[in-house]
């Protein structure tokens, strides 16, 4: 059974930081890629960071390139994502995922990210 654990989210205001993790756990996850994507009210979940398990190479979407960073601990079975300068509009619900084949196949419950202008 593979479980996905988010924590660290919270209320910031605008241009503060935020580090979330994931903790994954029920099997080995070295050849997946963990990733982190976010929902808003209204809005359809969007990609938000990726990285592979295995070689650590990184994608982001454009609308968070040059504020946020992905990173793992392979020991640790986790995920990050460091969330700096942070906007309003990055307010959202932000999901951790593991993909299979390029897809999202597992999630996590969601961390509630709510930044106040």
Do not use: H
């Amino acid at each position: 059974q593979v479980q996905l654990v988010e924590s660290g989210g919270g209320l910031v205001q605008a241009g503060a930081s935020l580090r979330l993790s994931c903790a994954a756990s029920g099997r080995t996850f070295s050849s997946y890629v963990g990733a982190w994507y976010r929902q808003a009210p209204g809005k359809e979940r969007e990609f938000v960071a990726a990285i592979s398990w295995s070689s650590g190479g990184a994608n982001y979407a454009d609308f968070v390139k040059g504020r946020f960073t992905i990173s793992r601990d392979n020991a640790k079975n986790t995920v990050y994502l460091q969330m700096n300068s942070l906007k309003p509009e990055d307010t959202a619900v932000y999901y951790c995922g593991v993909l299979v084949g390029g897809r999202p196949t597992y999630w996590g419950q969601g961390t509630q990210v709510t930044v106040s202008s």
